[in-house]
């Protein structure tokens, strides 16, 4: 294995960069917010000043800086990007190479619960075989991995990974994963290189072709005829994630530039999408804790990767994917699926029908799959808020793939 170009990479934010944020914060022109204290028209002015109050004052993040330079890592320019990884090498007999791929609004940090139990199961009650050298890097356009030219998508970012691992890291054959946007990134590695590969491990179903339609801004329509419970579910999975792909589709740099001038209001953004897409069975501010939430926020922040981070929905648009083969499946690698049932998507199904509802949904067909299991707890961010789930089906799913 060789490792070309690899510069070691410590996060170290300048103390200016700290102080203008700071600044910023407390200069915040707060909206009037008559009506809203059930959040019904979104994040409150209360909520999120409180919110802000604490990152101006409580916050420490230098002390997040060293729970995140605890882990090794790099930065390397691949074909003209900079991408920035955590390397966590495995502690086993024979462990696989595995790069993790987060989703919007994420970072890298939100692997940060599952590296090292992947990396060294034996220390962490597993069996040494199953280890892993995990990589997880920013992807391109979001926190460290910046700047870009800005026309980052997922099935460019996905062949950066590729040429990442074997001619950089010099993996001969690598293991991938993710959820969210990083699923699809994941879904190009299955399809593209899927002779690279030992196989997938995915959080969501997302077909490689969903910004492909004329209607790409859109979720779709609410069927006809749809009655009851799974209407009230349809419209709350409308409600979940239907902004931010219309306004990220059609808007992204109309939006960029108030969300990259006011940390405030780039919080509030990004809030309401952790604070809705988390597990909808669950206590929001128990899974997630305002350090963390403040930790993905000044990463965003500090590297000014807000507005290129939306662009990589509109550039999934502009340069469309297209399929590489006309194999069937077209994912062709193994896949294990980790699927949570505390997430709105899809709308209608639970714990004991989620894995029957992907074998006979619509996206069955895009893949190869070898594992799938649902569990009871977490939402939409499957690493961070159910990483024992994860933990044990990246293991299951590769165990025979080895």
Do not use: C
């Not at 030992?198 to 492909?212: K, T, W």
């Not at 961070?384 to 293991?395: G, L, Q, S």
């Amino acid at each position: 294995m060789t490792n070309k170009q690899l510069e070691p990479f410590v996060v170290n934010v300048s103390e200016a960069d700290l102080t203008d944020l700071r600044r910023r914060l407390k200069d915040t022109r707060w909206a009037s917010d008559p009506g809203n204290e059930n959040q019904y028209y979104g994040i409150s002015t209360s909520y999120l000043r409180d919110l802000v109050d604490y990152w101006i004052d409580g916050f420490d993040w230098r002390a997040a800086e060293r729970r995140i330079n605890e882990f090794t890592q790099y930065r390397v320019e691949v074909d003209g990007v900079p991408v920035h990884f955590i390397r966590e090498p495995g502690k086993g007999p024979a462990p696989i190479p595995l790069i993790l791929s987060h989703g919007w609004p994420w970072t890298f940090w939100d692997y940060s619960k599952v590296i090292r139990p992947l990396a060294d199961p034996a220390s962490y009650g597993g069996d040494p075989a199953d280890a892993f050298d995990v990589i997880v890097p920013s992807l391109a356009g979001f926190g460290f991995s910046t700047p870009t030219a800005g026309d980052m998508n997922f099935w460019k970012i996905a062949d950066r990974w590729n040429t990442l691992m074997t001619d950089i890291l010099g993996y001969r054959k690598y293991a991938a994963g993710g959820s969210d946007y990083g699923a699809l990134v994941t879904s190009t590695l299955g399809h593209k290189y899927a002779q690279n590969l030992y196989g997938i491990h995915l959080g969501h179903d997302l077909p490689l072709n969903m910004f492909n339609g004329d209607a790409y801004w859109s979720l779709g329509a609410m069927p006809e005829g749809v009655s009851g419970e799974l209407k009230d579910e349809l419209v709350t999975f409308y409600e979940t994630y239907a902004s931010h792909v219309a306004v990220h589709m059609l808007d992204a740099q109309t939006l960029t530039h108030g969300l990259n001038d006011s940390p405030a209001g780039m919080l509030a953004w990004l809030l309401q999408r952790w604070r809705k897409w988390s597990d909808k069975n669950g206590v929001f501010e128990e899974a997630y804790p305002r350090d963390h939430i403040l930790t993905n926020a000044t990463i965003y922040w500090v590297t000014r990767s807000i507005g290129s981070s939306i662009r990589s929905y509109r550039n999934a648009v502009r340069y469309p994917w297209q399929p590489s083969h006309d194999r069937t499946p077209a994912i062709e690698a193994p896949a294990g699926f980790t699927f949570l049932s505390g997430d709105v998507y899809p709308p209608g199904t639970t714990v004991d029908t989620r894995v029957t509802a992907f074998e006979n949904g619509p996206t069955r067909q895009w893949f190869n799959p070898v594992y799938a299991k649902a569990h009871p707890r977490g939402g939409h961010f499957v690493p961070w808020e159910n990483p024992e789930a994860v933990i044990e089906d990246v293991r299951a799913t590769f165990r025979g793939l080895r």
